[in-house]
């Protein structure tokens, strides 16, 4: 009876427990803890690998463009406090993403500077011994090196951007090992401003001579532009200069070409091909056109089809010829010695046909006459 008794409380005990789960869970209003969750971070690679003093701004700086992308820049600097209680949420989700930083900063160096880092627990000291050895801030050796290379720079082949890219990241490591450091804000905003007329001068003086006009443009203002607005300028003035450069272009290969199609004609002259004949040395070959007063087989009206006639006429055109001739003499005698032995046969037919145009004209009546007979 007892057993039974006890069996029953038990019953009612469970019964009680599943009744206040089962309100708990349907109430509206209940909150059920749950642990944190942590946010997955991705970060991505930094392309440059730090070897040393040579590129270790150039690498911090790219390291730090990464991690503010992710809030995560407070890591490396010890802006971010490491939690005081390790056994809190909040000190796991520190050391989550403190590993994260120390692992991505190890994959961004060489393998022997990455083993000399990786006893350091946290991403702070990494960083911070890091800076300590490569950063060489206020090394006089390199502030020299530095300066020498920014005077001896020139553009040279090299485009306008890439050129003034090349001088920005001089001056960048310029300013980190000699960084500028006066009392009042005032005094640093001035002589910023004087540094950055120094640069702009250093830029202008540095470019290619086809920029000469532009460049002179620039020194005849009255007051310098900054030097965002000169290097526009200067791109601009580039474009331009490679239209032009190109336009001329087009136009050589346009002579070119018809320079080569004059190359591949014949002289009528000497049969040989590369010029002319009006450019022709060789010798000049004695052409005898048949004009006006020419047959095919001598003067006009010297053959015909009755052509018996014919030379006796053709004694008499020379004799008359050459009467005319001493005639004019006196007064053509320049005019005489200047011709041509063609042009002398061209006055002779001209004149012979105009002489004896009717010669020759009956004697096919007289062949057929004959023949009828």
């Known amino acids: ?36 969750v942590i ?11 730090m070897e040393g003093v040579t590129n270790y701004l150039s690498w911090s700086r790219r390291a730090l463009l990464i991690l503010r992308t992710k809030g995560l820049e407070g890591y490396v600097r010890g802006e971010v406090d490491e939690p005081a209680n390790r056994a809190s949420e909040e000190w796991k989700k520190w050391s989550v993403i403190d590993s ?67 001088l920005q990241h001089l001056w960048a490591d310029l300013d980190h090992y000699d960084p500028l450091e006066l009392p009042h804000s005032e005094c640093i905003v001035a002589t910023k401003k004087w540094v950055e007329r120094r640069r702009v001068m250093k830029f202008l ?12 443009g620039l020194f005849h203002q009255p007051k310098l532009p900054s030097l965002e607005e000169a290097v526009a300028a200067m791109a601009q003035e580039e474009v331009r200069l490679k239209l032009t450069r190109t336009g001329e272009a087009n136009a050589s290969r346009s002579a070119f070409t018809v320079s080569e199609w004059k190359e591949t004609r014949e002289c009528f002259n000497c049969g040989e091909k590369g010029h002319i004949s009006i450019n022709c040395t060789a010798q000049r070959r004695e052409i005898r056109g048949r004009g006006r007063g020419y047959s095919r087989c001598g003067y006009r009206g010297v053959r015909g089809r009755g052509n018996s006639r014919g030379s006796n006429y053709s004694s008499g055109f020379k004799e008359n010829l050459a009467n005319l001739a001493t005639q004019e003499g006196t007064s053509t005698t320049s005019q005489g010695e200047s ?31 004959r023949n009828q007979a």
């Open 205 to 216: 003086k540095g470019l290619s001579s086809e920029f000469e006009g532009r460049r002179a």
């Open 1 to 36: 009876m007892g057993d039974n008794q006890g069996l029953v409380k038990a019953l009612k005990k469970l019964a009680e427990l599943i009744t206040v789960k089962v309100e708990g869970v349907a109430s509206p209003g209940a909150l059920v803890p749950q642990p944190e």
């Open 339 to 369: 011709k041509s032995r063609s042009q002398e046969d061209n006055i002779f037919g001209n004149f012979a046909h105009f002489v004896y145009t009717g010669e020759g004209e009956d004697d096919w009546k007289e062949t057929w006459d």
């Open 100 to 166: 994260l930083v120390v692992a991505w900063l190890l994959n961004s160096l060489t393998p022997s500077i990455a083993a000399a880092m990786e006893t350091l627990p946290h991403a702070a000291e990494v960083w911070k011994t890091l800076e300590t050895l490569y950063s060489r801030k206020g090394n006089i050796m390199l502030m020299a090196q530095i300066e020498d290379r920014v005077n001896e720079l020139k553009q040279g082949d090299k485009s306008v951007m890439e050129y003034v890219a090349e």
């Open 39 to 49: 946010q997955k971070i991705e970060l991505m690679p930094n392309e440059i690998k």
